[in-house]
């Protein structure tokens, strides 16, 4: 049992901090006060399923480029569950997410800036693949948010004989700022307020501290890269609007009825 000891102290820990999420979000009266309880528990157990079959897979590289599109098809119907995508949005978020992640993985892979094996592409496809994702939610989001606030200058610009895609330009690209501004600050502020997981992954993988700092800076040029395009592209596929977004609460019943297609 001399193995099961050191996950004691982190199954505590974990209880501890799900504990507080919880009851804070309970506390607060939120709409989903298990929402961080179930995100966690998710997170544990496909964990666990991913240690066990990167154990299998890490050498091989067909079944690590299978791995990528497992997470890329993931990423995609994680956003277009939460935005509550129609068909034709799942498709614009496919288009958008994958032109943005080919096109930064095949710049850092063709230069030799990221060492073309196995492990380094998934490392760097996971990281991407799931930062494009935060990134494509935000947009679209903020986006279906802006237009729905502000329909009447829309309709305005459309009374007026502008296309659907002119009428929604100037908050299209107010989404895509609001979007990037994570990513922005996170680049901004690392080595002063944030540690990044890549950076610390790789000093405790046995990189010096320079090179794990070359690998952390290569990879935060392909967030702002593969976010950049994902979002402005996203934006402008989701921009040719006619009529007004619906409300929050109306879509949601809708998508669960399936009537949103």
């Known amino acids: 049992m001399g193995w099961l000891q050191p996950w004691v102290p982190t199954l505590v820990a974990l209880v501890l901090l799900a504990a507080i999420a919880t009851t804070g979000l309970a506390v607060f009266r939120t709409s989903q006060p298990l929402a961080a309880l179930s995100a966690l528990a998710r997170a544990v157990l496909q964990l666990a399923a991913l240690s066990l079959v990167l154990t299998g897979i890490l050498r091989d590289p067909l079944w690590v480029g299978v791995g990528l599109v497992v997470m890329f098809v993931a990423a995609v119907a994680t956003v277009a569950r939460r935005i509550r995508a129609t068909a034709k949005q799942v498709v614009s978020l496919g288009v958008a997410m994958l032109v943005g992640n080919v096109v930064v993985l095949v710049i850092v892979l063709a230069t030799g800036a990221i060492e073309f094996s196995p492990r380094y592409v998934l490392a760097i496809g996971g990281i991407v693949v799931g930062n494009t994702m935060t990134i494509a939610t935000l947009t679209a989001r903020i986006f279906h948010l802006s237009v729905r606030d502000h329909w009447d200058e829309v309709e305005g610009w459309l009374a007026l004989g502008a296309r659907p895609i002119q009428s ?94």
């Open 168 to 261: 929604t330009r100037q908050l299209a690209r107010s989404a895509v700022r609001s979007a990037l501004i994570p990513s922005i600050d996170q680049t901004r502020t690392t080595g002063i307020v944030v540690l990044p997981g890549a950076f610390v992954g790789a000093i405790f993988g046995g990189a010096s501290p320079l090179e794990a700092g070359r690998f952390q800076v290569v990879v935060l040029a392909c967030i702002l890269a593969a976010g950049t395009i994902t979002a402005t592209t996203l934006a402008r596929l989701l921009g040719d609007v006619k009529t007004r977004p619906l409300d929050d609460e109306v879509r949601t019943r809708l998508f669960r009825r399936g009537a949103v297609t």
